[in-house]
T-cell receptor
């Protein structure tokens, strides 16, 4: 079975600062990779997904993620944090058969004014 | 509007009283799945369905049942709820498995006393 590790359950950044949320996966075969965001009292929304077409993936709201096979990582970044970015972020992977999705434990992002 | 609809949003019940959480999607998606979200554990997959009459267990299926009699509906059934099933539940769907992103409902917060 796949597993996903998100380092740091809570991350705080100042408004305007770089956002870096870490995600590592366990797989010998590049899986399908996703980042989702969850705002309070809402379901998860897709931020971006890795499709193997490019290692740097751009998503919504200025977020991007870089797939690094050698490091089995898919870290999420945003150059300049905005107050509206405060939310919980989940990294997810689906297996090669695409039947099951595995989520990390989530990182709660706080943006300090 | 394309959406996944879960009902109810909030549910408080007592141990042993059968309940059903409904899930419906209007996107003609083949793949549907259920997750529970618990603090510090992220989202864990309960059951998934690849198509009508095709269902399979996820990582935490004990104590749950599902059915997929119609493409749009995928109810989650708790025959005899217990307090350890107190959680936030999400239904999700996608056009197909693999690299198709999941579309999530807004969640059902279940409390079993």
């Amino acid at each position: 079975a796949q597993s996903v590790t998100q380092l740091g359950s809570h991350v705080s950044v100042s408004e305007g600062a770089l956002v870096l949320l870490r995600c590592n996966y366990s797989s010998s075969v590049p899986p399908y990779l996703f980042w989702y965001v969850q705002y309070p009292n809402q379901g998860l929304q897709l931020l971006l997904k890795y499709t193997s077409a490019a290692t740097l993936v751009k998503g919504i709201n200025g977020f991007e993620a870089e797939f690094k096979k050698s490091e089995t990582s898919f870290h999420l970044t945003k150059p300049s944090a905005h107050m509206s970015d405060a939310a919980e972020y989940f990294c997810a992977v689906s297996d090669s058969g695409g039947n099951q999705f595995y989520f990390g434990t989530g990182t709660s992002l706080t943006v300090i004014p | 509007e394309a959406q996944v609809t879960q009902n109810p949003r909030y549910l408080i019940t007592v141990t042993g009283k059968k309940l059903t959480v409904t899930c419906s999607q209007n996107m003609n998606h083949e793949y549907m799945s259920w997750y529970r979200q618990d603090p510090g554990l992220g989202l864990r997959q309960i059951y998934y369905s690849m198509n009508v009459e095709v269902t399979d267990k996820g990582d935490v299926p004990e104590g749950y049942k599902v059915s997929r009699k119609e493409k749009r509906n995928f109810p989650l059934i708790l025959e005899s709820p217990s307090p350890n099933q107190t959680s936030l539940y999400f239904c999700a769907s996608s056009f197909r498995s693999g690299n198709s992103p999941l579309h999530f409902g807004n969640g059902t917060r279940l409390t079993v006393t």
